[in-house]
């Protein structure tokens, strides 16, 4: 690994960039990106506004803001006025769209009661209609609505007719867009223009409290010496790696008994974008509402905890989805098809059981397909539970009780200062270190002759490695040169462990099929020619002992349809080949022909797995 470690330590872009970024010294670790209206008491925009501002946004006819809230003016049928109350101050201050020059709505600013600024990229179809969810929407985020329809209707021409210049681009999920990286409260790095996040409801939280330096030192320095919280730290920092190097989305999925620890390796991993409570989900929910929540995190980390709480019947589709990066493609009223939901992004999974165990609850096998896109790493073998290394603490409940008060103070602001320096660093660079690091994790890491699916999730442990060894470089975790790479060879070495070597994972649950099948049945469903008088109800085939080795010839349909369920009979074919436990009288034909017989599947007695 000296190759990698001097690339990644060299004094090339990105330490110049980390020493020439200036420190945050705030609570909140201020990133630079302020809003469009940084105080609404203080607003540029005035209560009388007419004529040309600029970009500065024109009440619609007949409104005003004063006294801290909107207002309509409303004329009477003798010529008096009065003013109707619609809302608490908001704000429309700029018109948003897609690239594609779609998508349109309006970018709305108001504060709470509490003093807090909130800015919404509202889109505008959210207002058709009755605009229930429009409403729920400013609501839930504080915004005063007077009572009543009339209100609400107000309030709706009010925004749709605020007359105003400024523009913004818009997106419907976080991640990278051109150069700059859109988070649900600020738009990190420059683009041609800002980039901002429309969303339907209420958007993900990334809040942050504490400093890079905070977390560095009462976070980031406990996972050393940690195989499973570095990798699922690394994890946090390899998400947005994943645009850069064309990587596709995968999980890790780190099992355990209850108190183990594996909340701790998720708590540790979400400081690193924001808070347990607002940035974690469950799997207690369902495949289409994975989608929104995929959507939400692409190119970044999603955790989600207890593998359990979902339904079996859903879980594998569910691991599909993730990994595929692309959600269901739905119809609109008209029949044509709706754009269909894409993301990219690393999924932590914590869980007492297996991806596959949870499956056979409802009696689903699970498939190679599924058990490459969620890998399973124990995290209940270690010393202390899922842990080798407690630090100073006295026993490991002392260590988890630590880390949980810890991640509760220090929070978001490494992915910010993560981000800034991404931005500022030449993305060709990036992508050389991290390509780098990944072919020589792969290389040492994985035997030659391995199976492609060992070498596809080796890809994925060798990105998360780069992950955390960038972030490493540019001084944001405290950790050692190389601390990320071996922590991914050691989860990697578990999961090989657990899944029994390097061979092809179909080939090895063919043979375990066949071998199941013939434990079962193999001594009262197969004719022997010594037992002829014995019925044989259900029968499968034919028992023979040639050169002093049993033989079960199966019939075809047998085979195909018993032996074989839920597995491609070609493929089990070539397993039982590759092992040598498939009975051939031609080199190209699968079955056999015994005298006075059918053709049959011929399968010697002593299987087992290669």
């Given amino acids: 690994m000296s190759a990698t470690r001097k690339?990644?330590?060299?004094?090339?872009?990105?330490?110049?960039?980390?020493?020439n970024h200036p420190q945050n010294t705030g609570d909140t670790g201020d990133t630079g990106d302020k809003p469009v209206t940084a105080d609404l008491e203080a607003s540029p925009v005035s209560d009388t506004a007419t004529g040309d501002t600029g970009d500065k946004p024109?009440?619609?006819?007949?409104?005003?803001?004063?006294?801290?809230?909107?207002?309509?003016?409303?004329?009477?049928?003798?010529?008096d006025t009065k003013d109707i109350w619609v809302c608490s101050a908001l704000y429309v201050t700029a018109r948003i769209r897609n690239g594609d020059s779609e998508a349109w709505g309006r970018l709305l600013e108001f504060s709470d009661a509490d003093g807090v600024l909130h800015t919404w990229a509202c889109p505008m179809e959210m207002l058709a209609g009755e605009g229930l969810e429009f409403y729920r929407a400013l609501m839930y985020m504080g915004l005063d609505?007077?009572?009543?329809?009339?209100?609400?209707?107000?309030?709706?021409t009010y925004v749709q007719a605020a007359k105003v210049d400024a523009r913004a681009r818009c997106t419907t999920a976080a991640g990278w867009h051109g150069g700059?990286?859109?988070?649900?409260?600020?738009?990190?790095?420059?683009?041609?223009?800002?980039?901002?996040l429309q969303s339907q409801g209420v958007p993900l939280k990334a809040r942050q409290q504490g400093t890079a330096e905070e977390w560095r030192e009462h976070v980031g320095r406990y996972c050393m010496g940690?195989?499973?919280?570095?990798?699922?730290?690394?994890?946090?920092?390899?998400?947005?790696?994943?645009?850069?190097?064309?990587?596709?989305?995968?999980?890790?999925?780190?099992?355990?008994?209850?108190?183990?620890?594996?909340?701790?390796?998720?708590?540790?991993?979400?400081?690193?974008?924001?808070?347990?409570?607002?940035?974690s989900r469950?799997?207690?929910?369902?495949?289409?509402?994975?989608?929104?929540?995929?959507?939400?995190?692409?190119?970044?980390?999603l955790v989600l905890d207890e593998l359990a709480q979902i339904d079996p019947r859903q879980a594998g589709e569910a691991c599909y989805m993730l990994g595929n990066g692309a959600g269901k493609t739905r119809a609109r009223r008209d029949g044509l098809a709706r754009p269909t939901s894409t993301w990219r992004l690393l999924f932590l999974s914590t869980g007492e059981i297996r991806l596959a165990d949870h499956m056979a609850e409802a009696g689903k096998r699970a498939k190679a397909g599924q058990d490459v896109r969620l890998v399973?790493?124990?995290?209940?073998?270690l010393e202390y539970g899922a842990f080798e290394y407690i630090h100073d603490c006295e026993d490991s409940g002392e260590f988890v009780h630590r880390i949980e008060q810890n991640t509760k103070l220090y929070y978001g602001a490494p992915i910010r200062r993560y981000l800034e320096l991404l931005t500022q660093t030449s993305r060709e660079a990036i992508c050389e270190r991290v390509d780098l690091v990944i072919n020589e994790f792969v290389a040492d890491s994985v035997p030659p002759g391995a199976d492609g699916q060992v070498r596809r999730v080796a890809g994925r442990?060798?990105?998360?490695?780069?992950?955390?060894?960038?972030?490493?470089?540019?001084?944001?975790?405290?950790?050692?040169?190389?601390?990320?790479?071996?922590?991914?060879?050691?989860?990697l070495d578990e999961w090989l462990g657990l899944r029994g070597g390097t061979g092809a994972q179909e080939h090895k649950k063919a043979i375990a099929q066949v071998r199941h099948f013939l434990e079962a049945h193999g001594s009262y469903r197969f004719e022997d020619p010594d037992e002829r008088e014995r019925a044989i109800p259900n029968q499968a085939g034919i028992r023979r002992v040639v050169d002093g080795q049993t033989q079960y010839l199966i019939f075809p349909e047998t085979f195909r349809h018993e032996v074989c369920a839920g597995m491609n009979p070609r493929i089990v074919c070539q397993a039982l080949r590759d092992s040598g436990h498939l009975v051939v009288q031609e080199i190209d034909r699968n079955t056999i022909k015994p005298r006075g017989q059918r053709r049959m599947y011929g399968v010697k007695e002593t299987i087992h797995e290669s």
């Avoid at 024109?58 to 010529?79: A, H, L, Q, T």
Wanted: one cysteine or more; charged letters at 20%.
């Fill in 7 to 19: 690339a990644l330590q060299s004094t090339g872009d990105i330490e110049a960039v980390k020493h």
């Fill in 58 to 79: 024109m009440f619609p006819s007949g409104f005003k803001i004063k006294n801290g809230g909107v207002y309509f003016i409303e004329e009477g049928d003798d010529g």
């Fill in 145 to 156: 609505i007077a009572p009543g329809r009339k209100a609400r209707n107000l309030l709706s």
């Fill in 180 to 196: 700059a990286y859109v988070l649900p409260d600020a738009t990190i790095g420059e683009g041609d223009e800002r980039v901002l």
């Fill in 226 to 279: 940690n195989s499973r919280m570095t990798l699922g730290v690394s994890m946090a920092f390899a998400g947005p790696l994943l645009e850069f190097v064309g990587r596709e989305s995968g999980g890790i999925h780190f099992v355990g008994g209850s108190s183990v620890g594996k909340t701790t390796i998720a708590r540790c991993a979400v400081s690193v974008w924001g808070d347990f409570l607002g940035f």
């Fill in 282 to 301: 469950h799997w207690r929910t369902t495949v289409n509402g994975l989608e929104g929540i995929a959507r939400q995190h692409n190119d970044g980390l």
């Fill in 376 to 381: 399973d790493v124990p995290a209940d073998n």
């Fill in 461 to 491: 442990f060798g990105l998360i490695a780069a992950g955390g060894e960038l972030a490493t470089a540019m001084g944001i975790t405290g950790w050692r040169g190389g601390d990320a790479i071996e922590s991914a060879r050691a989860c």
